[in-house]
């Protein structure tokens, strides 16, 4: 763990600014999980994974509707707080929201570095992956879900 907080402090300004820009409030080091906090959600994803599933074809990113009604029916199926991961997660820590509400699904393609953002909702019931990619210049997301609310939708 140790190795991983140096490697953290390396990406830090650069995490806030994602998180930032994928989140509805300001955010600074106080907000986040501690690396091992955010391992006990990371290493419980697979418990979630055995629940139902949904994914979606590929569609255009720049669909905003697509994505809003989405989300409404996510938050509409269950809503409360949630942990936001990205890739830097795993050395910065997670991000906990008070609810899907606290994220900006109107977010810019370049957000996150990787192309990839999990929210699981806190009592592990529930997960949702955003994955966006360009293939040839056409800029694309994918939503997965999984659990007992989340993974019926679709």
């Known amino acids: 763990m140790l190795k991983r907080k ?5 990406f830090i300004d650069k995490y806030f600014r994602e998180l930032n820009t ?4 300001e955010i600074n080091s106080d907000d986040l999980l501690s690396i091992e906090d955010t391992y006990q959600y990371i290493d419980s994803i697979s ?12 569609f255009e990113f720049h669909d905003k509707n697509r994505l ?3 989300f409404i029916d996510i938050i509409n199926k269950k809503n409360g707080k949630a942990i936001l991961i990205t ?3 795993e050395y910065c820590g997670a991000l906990p929201l008070n609810g899907l509400q606290d994220f ?4 810019p393609y ?3 570095h990787s192309g990839l953002i999990t929210l699981i909702l806190e009592d592990l019931s529930n997960e949702l992956i955003l994955d966006f990619w360009d293939d040839q210049g056409q800029k ?7 659990g007992n609310e989340w993974g019926l939708i679709g």
């Open 104 to 107: 900006n699904f109107n977010f």
């Open 47 to 58: 418990n979630i994974r055995k629940l139902n599933h949904y994914k979606s074809e590929p």
């Open 140 to 146: 694309l997301i994918e939503i997965e879900t999984y």
């Open 68 to 70: 809003t009604d989405f």
């Open 110 to 112: 370049n957000a996150e």
């Open 87 to 89: 890739k830097y997660s």
């Open 22 to 25: 994928v989140s509805n409030k």
């Open 6 to 10: 140096a490697i953290g402090k390396t």
